[in-house]
């Protein structure tokens, strides 16, 4: 059985008492649902706040990027064994707002997923074609090259114990979602990519939505066979919108 995840993506909104207000409506909500993981990934200059807010809480919390390197002169850049040391358990890589605005090449984003996974951290693995992708008709050939780069870079096992996220550029802050149709579609492929070379890790691979996922629209999503949770940016920032969100992941049927 698969897990679900719900993982909240805060991108750069944080402030110390908005963090704090945040945060503490939602551990006033929250309860913990079997089989379902739930965290915040958040700046990280606010890893030690976040930190002493979660502490023995049903909420995690993780890094929205991680260095490829583990230490030295690379000046701005946050290790992998920084974020392990405050805590964080998850680590969003390959954003596509990282490999739009920082220039990440999938080599780069598979050299990053490498080092999260030295870090001993999960890392979230984001995927996803634009639109203009899309409209050609390539997204299958943007996400099978986005997902080889960490497969043929560090070979499927690399993949064991991360989760992969399906983020459609397009749908990302525009309010604009894939359909749980479309959605399907894609986490089937990537399932069946994963499953090309390892048919179990396939199988047992994680993958999650992430575009304009709202209380609205998360149960239709999530009900998806092959979509495990979401990625939540913008509906995370609202603590009874998140909340509800989390309780569809729970609520979603089960799956093999
Ligand atoms: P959104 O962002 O929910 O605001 O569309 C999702 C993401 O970029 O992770």
Not at 6 to 21: C, D, H
Not at 88 to 101: F, N, T
Not at 150 to 155: E, I, K, P, S, T
């Amino acid at each position: 059985m698969r897990s679900r995840y719900v993982v909240g993506n805060w991108k750069l909104n944080a402030s110390l008492p908005g963090n704090e207000s945040l945060l503490k409506a939602l551990l006033s909500g929250v309860e913990s649902q079997p089989g379902c993981h739930l965290a915040v990934c958040v700046p990280a200059p606010y890893f030690a706040q976040v930190r002493s807010l979660l502490v023995g809480s049903p909420v995690a919390w993780g890094g929205q990027d991680v260095s490829r390197f583990d230490k030295g002169a690379y000046t701005g850049d946050v290790a992998g064994g920084m974020l392990a040391e405050f805590g964080c358990r998850y680590v969003i890589v390959g954003h596509s707002e990282r490999r739009a605005l920082a220039g990440e090449s999938d080599a780069v984003v598979a050299e990053k997923h490498a080092a999260a996974r030295r870090a001993g951290l999960v890392p979230i693995l984001c995927v996803g074609e634009t639109l203009e992708e899309r409209q050609r008709g390539v997204t299958e050939q943007v996400l099978a090259r986005q997902l080889d780069a960490v497969l043929d870079g560090q070979g499927p096992q690399s993949l064991d114990g991360a989760v992969v996220a399906y983020e459609p550029v397009w749908a990302i802050g525009t309010g604009r979602t894939a359909t749980s149709e479309q959605a399907q579609a894609v986490h089937a492929f990537l399932r069946a990519r994963v499953g090309e070379r390892d048919a179990a890790l396939g199988a047992r691979l994680p993958i999650i939505y992430g575009g304009s996922v709202k209380a609205g629209n998360a149960a239709e999503l999530f009900a998806m066979p092959d979509v495990d949770g979401g990625l939540i940016g913008g509906a995370s920032l609202v603590a009874d919108e998140f909340l509800a969100i989390w309780r569809a992941a729970g609520l979603a049927p089960g799956r093999n």
